[in-house]
């Protein structure tokens, strides 16, 4: 069965930095594209970024523009986003998630919290 | 403030049904045949309910149901059950590698 495994969350000083992993099994993680989704606490799903199954292009939320990296490794099926310069918005639980049809997310893990505080 | 707009609460009693609504604008869910429906039960991974406005992946029961009308598509739920009990999100493509969701609906089962 499909399994979406986040990790790497935590707390973190604003401007500082995170790289949160999604460890995936179950598929062939190969050939599918990737997304990154957040939510802010008592808020709801905010999408983040998006990687290509070969990883030749990579999508972001303005939000996120500049200071966010996703990357993957599909020798170890395993999804990443870098998250630089954080800022306390930035605190949330964040979501690996499975492109599918319909450009829709047919898989979530369960998620990583990351929490920006001083 | 989230790109669809939800409505926070939705209740119904079991065996009842109940419908949410999310609205947006012709640049995303009433532009696309792209909107979803997730379930998150809290502390759990979301889950697929709905996706190309009215398809129902393979596993979901046939009380889920989703339509559009416009700028704003609705998720049904019929014959409402205790474990439909969840936060619902719908989501939406919005053009040039962009997605957006809603803010999110809490569906009590009375």
């Known amino acids: 069965q499909v399994q979406l495994v986040e990790s790497g969350g935590g707390v973190v000083q604003p401007g500082g930095s995170l790289r949160l992993s999604c460890a995936a099994s179950?598929?062939?993680?190969?050939?599918?594209?990737m997304h990154w989704v957040r939510q802010a606490p008592g808020k709801g799903l905010e999408w983040v970024a998006f990687?290509?199954?070969?990883?030749?292009?990579?999508y972001f939320a303005d939000s996120v523009k500049g200071r966010f990296t996703i990357s993957r490794d599909n020798s170890k099926n395993t999804l990443y986003v870098q998250m630089n310069s954080l800022r306390a918005d930035d605190t949330a639980m964040y979501f690996c998630?499975?492109?599918?049809?319909?450009?829709?997310?047919?898989?979530w893990g369960q998620g990583t919290l990351v929490t920006v505080s001083s | 403030q989230s790109a669809l707009t939800q409505p926070p609460s939705a209740s119904g009693s079991p065996g009842q049904s109940v419908t949410i609504s999310c609205t947006g604008t012709?640049?995303?869910?009433?532009?696309?045949?792209?909107v979803s429906w997730y379930q998150h039960h809290p502390g759990k991974a979301p889950k697929l309910m709905i996706y190309?406005?009215?398809k129902r992946p393979s596993g979901v029961p046939d009380r889920f149901s989703g339509s559009r009308s416009g700028n704003t598509a609705s998720l049904t739920v019929s014959g409402l059950q205790a474990e439909d009990e969840a936060d619902y999100y719908c989501?939406?493509?919005?053009?040039?590698?962009?997605?957006?969701f809603g803010g999110g609906t809490k569906l009590t089962v009375l």
């Open positions: 998630a499975k492109a599918w049809s319909g450009n829709s997310f047919d898989y």
């Open positions: 179950g598929f062939t993680f190969s050939n599918y594209g």
């Open positions: 990687i290509r199954s070969d990883g030749s292009n990579t």
């Open positions: 012709s640049s995303d869910a009433g532009g696309y045949n792209y």
């Open positions: 190309e406005v009215s």
């Open positions: 989501g939406s493509y919005a053009g040039r590698y962009n997605w957006v």
